[in-house]
């Protein structure tokens, strides 16, 4: 009797694994580390890129090649991931893609049982839509292989490296032909394409190549232009700026609030600039009131303390220390935490000296110190007309707000 081959669909009943490659160096992006680790306004590539499988209920589990000593960076880039039980521990990548995808593979085989379909993905491509997985996961109800791709608008050359000659591709493809790009994730029966991989002895460029290679039958489905793959530096850049313009910022705004007492000496350090008078401030370090305001308006926006906890007055390493460095260390704190500083208005209150002549050297100064435009930088001056301890000339006080933006983070 013979038996009808029912192929089974991508449903709730049959498991679809997203295996993501990440186990690449990187290289072409540059900057020391791998780029699938890199921030993107605020998060990892690569924990953007889980995210996306994780949340869509058509995905069983997400499977992550890392790279030989890059167990560091994954801990840090997910540690903080919500559905983590999703994730199946990590595997070890080859020195290649193709090694690393057969590497997953290979692990996924082990599972009991293995997965009917496997989605391959890469670790750079942060930007997969919704839409890209279901078109895939579509296909393969009646095809064994699919891929998202995009017709390639622009006329290609390529480059003889061998000669140096630049030709034009278009020449040696039919006339009426278009040419894709194809993109990830593609997607495969588990069982066929570990198969494919087992059998090949050529190295191809994607998994939709090898599948094609091995007589496939494809599908083709539509990809989006969002969906690169992070490839160059430039690529970053461009990818966060695509991203801020998406996401309303929320703004997050701090207060500080600083005094000093005069005390001998012959000049006050003020916003960074050394202003020459009849006293000094005294103080632990450079006693920069404006500085120390600027400081903790920032730590506060951030809920990250007050400059005593960061550089503690006990601590003999910040005696006579230039406030630049405290107000280095909050700017980078913003950063870290994928923030931006939008804004920084401060208010300087003494009887003397006379702080007008400064303000623009203050303006400067503090922009430099933080990283951002003297246009983000407002400083003001007033006096208190003789009242309180500021009138009767005992010292200076400088108050500061810090407007930081985060970008798509609460
Ligand atoms: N990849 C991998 N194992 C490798 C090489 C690449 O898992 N030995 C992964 C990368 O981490 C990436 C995807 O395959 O997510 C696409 O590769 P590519 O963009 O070339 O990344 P890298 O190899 O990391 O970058 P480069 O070629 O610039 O070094
Ligand atoms: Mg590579």
């Known amino acids: ?94 020195t290649t893609r193709q090694m690393s995808v057969r590497a997953g593979l290979e692990s996924l085989a082990e599972r009991e049982p293995p997965p009917d379909y496997v989605l391959i993905h890469d670790g750079a491509r942060p930007f997969v839509s919704y839409e890209e997985i279901s078109a895939v996961l579509d296909a393969l109800k009646t095809k064994s292989a699919a891929v998202p791709v995009l017709p390639s608008t622009d006329a290609l050359k390529y480059r003889d490296e061998k000669t140096g000659q630049v030709l034009d591709i278009q020449r040696s493809i039919k006339k009426e032909s278009t040419l894709w790009r194809t993109l990830t994730p593609q997607g495969f029966h588990f069982a066929d394409i570990i198969e494919a991989h087992r059998k090949t002895q050529q190295e191809y460029d994607d998994d939709i190549a090898l599948a094609q290679a091995a007589g496939f039958e494809c599908q083709f489905v539509e990809g989006r232009n969002e969906n690169i793959k992070l490839t160059t530096h430039a690529d970053f850049e461009q990818a966060e700026q695509t991203l801020k313009r998406q996401s309303v910022p929320l703004p997050r705004t701090g207060f ?25 401030l005294e103080g632990h370090s450079d006693a920069d009131a404006g500085f120390h305001a600027v400081t903790d308006a920032i730590l506060g926006a951030l809920g990250g303390g007050d400059i005593g906890d960061h550089f503690p007055p006990h601590d003999g390493r910040w005696k006579d220390a230039a406030s630049f460095v405290f107000l280095n260390h909050a700017a980078s704190l913003v950063s870290n935490d994928g923030g931006v500083i939008n804004h920084v208005d401060v208010t300087l209150i003494c009887e003397k000296p006379h702080l007008m002549p400064y303000k623009q050297s203050m303006k400067e100064s503090t922009a ?35 407007t930081l933006l985060f970008y798509g983070k609460e």
Do not use: W
């Open 368 to 402: 430099h110190a933080l990283g951002i435009k003297p246009r983000q930088v407002s400083i003001k001056a007033t006096t208190t007309e003789g009242l309180g301890f500021i009138g009767k000339g005992q010292g200076i006080a400088a108050y500061a707000i810090a």
């Open 1 to 94: 009797m013979m038996m009808a081959m029912i192929m089974p669909s991508p449903s709730h009943s049959c498991s679809t694994i997203a295996l993501i490659v990440a186990a690449g160096q990187g290289e072409r992006a540059g900057g020391g580390m791998p780029k699938q680790y890199r921030m993107l306004c605020g998060e990892t590539v690569l924990r953007r890129v889980v995210r996306v499988f994780l949340e869509n209920p058509a995905i069983s589990a997400v499977q992550i090649v890392i790279g030989d000593s890059q167990e560091g960076h994954y801990e840090m880039a997910l540690a903080d991931l919500d559905g983590r039980d999703g994730l199946l521990t990590p595997v070890i990548g080859g």
């Open 256 to 280: 500080g609030y600083d005094v000093h007492r005069f005390g001998k000496g012959n000049h006050v350090i003020l916003c960074g600039v050394t202003i020459p008078f009849e006293n000094g």
